[in-house]
């Protein structure tokens, strides 16, 4: 059950990403391009197709983390 409740909360979040860094990430992720296919596709270098990527999992990690620790928080001041 945890593994699906964490991709449901990441492609959550990615949903809200801005268009262009959410095309990015889908095209890798979703679709299995590489960096260089992305890139000659969107007309950009492969350094800021990595860039958006490995951006883009710092911000579903941090997210991530944040909510995590508000469910640790919630279930130690309300379950004790």
């Not at 890139?39 to 944040?66: F, P, W, Y």
């Amino acid at each position: 059950l945890f593994p699906y409740t964490t991709l449901f909360r990441s492609d959550r979040i990615v949903e809200k990403l801005p268009e262009r860094k959410k095309l990015i990430f889908l095209k890798s992720r979703k679709e299995g391009k590489s960096s260089k296919e992305i890139a000659e596709e969107l007309h950009i270098t492969v350094g800021t197709v990595d860039n958006q990527i490995s951006d883009t999992l710092r911000i579903i990690r941090n997210a991530l983390k944040d909510e995590n620790l508000a469910i640790l928080l919630f279930l130690a001041l309300f379950l004790n």
